[in-house]
């Protein structure tokens, strides 16, 4: 009996000291799991480095919170067409904060972004080539794309101007008047053409352009086999230049 006695104890003091241990473990577990999501929160927003395309270049603009990168866009594109950006004073705020905390970031405000813009839009100015750029696929694809939408703009444009685009006009005693039109940026002449078949006027519409292969695209054969003053007259001018 009385060794059935000490087994039984030896049993139930084996039992104690594995569920102790088991509890130790499960407390340490705990502490782990502990540390991992103390550890997360303390890292903040993930961050990642911010490139952008901008007048034909990959621009950096350093680390900053994914979270902010939409809006961010938003504002670089909006300063790239000279425009006010779309956002609440509160976001744009949170960029501008970011900007400033930014290890890396080479703008730390909104102006300094702005101004840099401006610089990249002059460089960019002074590098493009209208000519290398319109060769004659693109700009007989541009005639094509934009025939009828030209027109239409104008007509549009010229009504602005209080002169008649009715394409019916009754017989008036006095004769008609004599026009001078110049479009700037003619392109393939589509709306240079609009223009100088009016038949209210005798209009003279001189074409301007800087690139070469819009001068001389198939479009303007029409405007050449016209009756009017300076049919189909254009010239190569870039109006950046001095």
């Given at each position: 009996?009385e060794?059935?006695a000490?087994?039984?104890?030896?049993?139930?003091?084996?039992?104690?000291?594995?569920a102790?241990?088991e509890?130790?473990?499960?407390k340490?577990?705990g502490k782990?799991?502990g540390?991992?999501?103390g550890?997360?929160?303390?890292k903040?927003?993930?961050?990642?480095?911010?490139?952008?395309?901008?007048f034909g270049?990959?621009?950096s603009?350093?680390?900053?919170?994914t979270?902010?990168?939409s809006?961010f866009?938003?504002i670089v594109?909006?300063?790239?067409?000279?425009k006010?950006?779309?956002?609440?004073?509160a976001?744009?705020?949170?960029l501008?904060?970011a900007?400033a905390?930014s290890p890396d970031a080479?703008?730390?405000?909104?102006g300094e972004?702005?101004a840099?813009v401006?610089?990249?839009?002059?460089?960019?100015?002074g590098?493009f080539?209208?000519?290398s750029y319109?060769?004659?696929?693109?700009?007989?694809g541009?005639?094509?794309?934009?025939?009828g939408s030209?027109?239409?703009?104008?007509?549009?444009g010229l009504?602005?101007?209080s002169?008649?685009?009715?394409?019916?006009?009754r017989?008036r005693a006095e004769?008609?008047?004599?026009?001078?039109a110049?479009?700037?940026?003619c392109?393939?002449?589509?709306?240079t053409?609009?223009?100088?078949?009016?038949?209210?006027?005798h209009?003279?519409?001189i074409?301007?352009d800087?690139?070469?292969e819009?001068?001389k695209?198939?479009s303007w054969k029409?405007l050449?086999s016209?009756e009017?003053p300076?049919?189909?007259e254009r010239?190569?001018?870039?109006l950046a230049?001095?």
């Amino acid at each position: 009996m009385e060794e059935v006695a000490k087994k039984d104890e030896n049993t139930e003091e084996t039992l104690i000291a594995a569920a102790c241990e088991e509890t130790e473990n499960d407390k340490d577990k705990g502490k782990g799991k502990g540390k991992g999501k103390g550890k997360g929160k303390d890292k903040g927003p993930k961050q990642k480095e911010l490139e952008i395309k901008l007048f034909g270049k990959d621009r950096s603009f350093g680390s900053l919170p994914t979270v902010l990168h939409s809006d961010f866009r938003h504002i670089v594109e909006m300063l790239r067409r000279a425009k006010l950006p779309r956002l609440a004073a509160a976001r744009v705020a949170s960029l501008e904060a970011a900007m400033a905390e930014s290890p890396d970031a080479p703008f730390k405000s909104m102006g300094e972004l702005r101004a840099q813009v401006e610089v990249w839009r002059n460089e960019s100015r002074g590098d493009f080539d209208a000519d290398s750029y319109y060769d004659s696929a693109r700009a007989i694809g541009y005639t094509e794309k934009n025939t009828g939408s030209q027109d239409n703009l104008a007509r549009r444009g010229l009504q602005l101007c209080s002169l008649s685009t009715d394409t019916i006009v009754r017989e008036r005693a006095e004769p008609k008047q004599t026009l001078l039109a110049v479009d700037l940026g003619c392109g393939s002449g589509l709306s240079t053409f609009s223009a100088s078949r009016l038949d209210a006027y005798h209009m003279c519409v001189i074409g301007v352009d800087l690139s070469s292969e819009m001068l001389k695209a198939d479009s303007w054969k029409d405007l050449s086999s016209r009756e009017s003053p300076l049919a189909a007259e254009r010239l190569r001018c870039d109006l950046a230049q001095p």
